[in-house]
């Protein structure tokens, strides 16, 4: 296998904001430090997203021989068996390091593992399809977050900020996934104006948290305009237009600034700047790669 068809068949671009929500979770999680147990935790998220997005190729190996016959497994770069191993294989591989890391995290690791596996192969094509992909992201959060945990704790004993972390990136990754469904044919303009209704809905919902809950946070409106301001382009364009192209450029915009989504979570948990303000940089190895390499 080529090294260029293994990174086109786990997504490199995606990759990064995965190691994102681990770098984030470690820190809303209470971590103060760059601690081994924190490199190990981004690796396994990076892990355990190239295993999905591999899966995700095997699960629609089918529909990619019609309409994307390019992509690794309908071109032969990659056989399905070889498809098949890399990903369980990175999905062990991700456990044994949140092992190492803490053995608690291997809870939420294989909670993690078992979501990707049910979004791609039973609940992507229905409803629930959205609701799970954001649930998958929500989980490897919350997998950063265990890597400081002593004892398993009691959800209700979650502070407002972890919630509103958990939401906001579940409801952020869920429309996006909502508008990718139809990337290749182009939305319709009934859909992409229900998406647009719900990221509007998502940005109002942090406006008021920034400038009520978190006023002592005062990057967190700076991070939040910084997003609008970033994903402003591909929404005019998408609003003007559903078509594949403007479609694709709003999905991959948004899942390359999934970081600054990530630095607000973490300013609205009071993770001090010097820790959240370099999120932001997970930014850059995206879209660098991005230029080479479809994210979706």
């Not at 192969?121 to 409803?127: H, P, Q, R, V, Y």
């Not at 502070?159 to 869920?174: H, M, R």
């Not at 301001?229 to 600034?257: C, E, I, W, Y």
Request: hydrophobic residues 55%.
């Amino acid at each position: 296998m080529k090294p260029r068809a293994f990174l086109a068949l786990v997504r490199i671009p995606t990759v990064f904001s995965s190691m994102s929500n681990a770098y984030a979770g470690y820190f809303i999680g209470g971590g103060r430090d760059l601690s081994p147990n924190l490199v190990e935790g981004i690796l396994a998220a990076a892990l355990f997203i190239m295993a999905g997005m591999a899966l995700n190729d095997v699960a629609d190996k089918d529909v990619d021989a019609r309409e994307r016959p390019g992509r690794p497994i309908p071109s032969g770069a990659v056989s399905l068996g070889s498809a098949w191993g890399l990903s369980l294989g990175m999905m062990a591989l991700g456990l044994a390091l949140l092992w190492f890391a803490n053995p608690l995290s291997v809870l939420a690791g294989a909670a993690l593992c078992l979501c990707i596996l049910a979004y791609n192969f039973a609940l992507k094509g229905t409803i629930l399809g959205p609701a799970s992909m954001g649930l998958c992201r929500a989980l490897n959060l919350l997998t950063g977050m265990s890597l400081g945990w002593t004892s398993l704790p009691n959800p209700a004993s979650f502070p407002k900020g972890v919630w509103i972390a958990l939401f906001s990136l579940w409801g952020y990754i869920a429309l996006v996934t909502f508008l990718a469904r139809d990337e290749v044919g182009g939305n319709s303009k009934t859909r992409s104006r229900l998406f647009l209704a719900g990221i509007a809905l998502w940005f109002i919902a942090w406006s008021v948290a920034a400038f009520t809950w978190f006023r002592p946070e005062i990057f967190l409106p700076v991070a939040w305009l910084a997003l609008a301001m970033f994903l402003r382009g591909p929404l005019r364009n998408l609003a003007a237009d559903p078509s594949p192209k403007h479609t694709g450029q709003m999905v991959g915009g948004m899942l390359r600034l999934v970081p600054l989504v990530d630095v607000l979570t973490m300013l609205a948990n009071h993770v001090p700047p010097e820790y959240a303000l370099p999120g932001v940089l997970w930014i850059a190895p995206a879209f660098a790669v991005g230029k080479w390499f479809y994210s979706t």
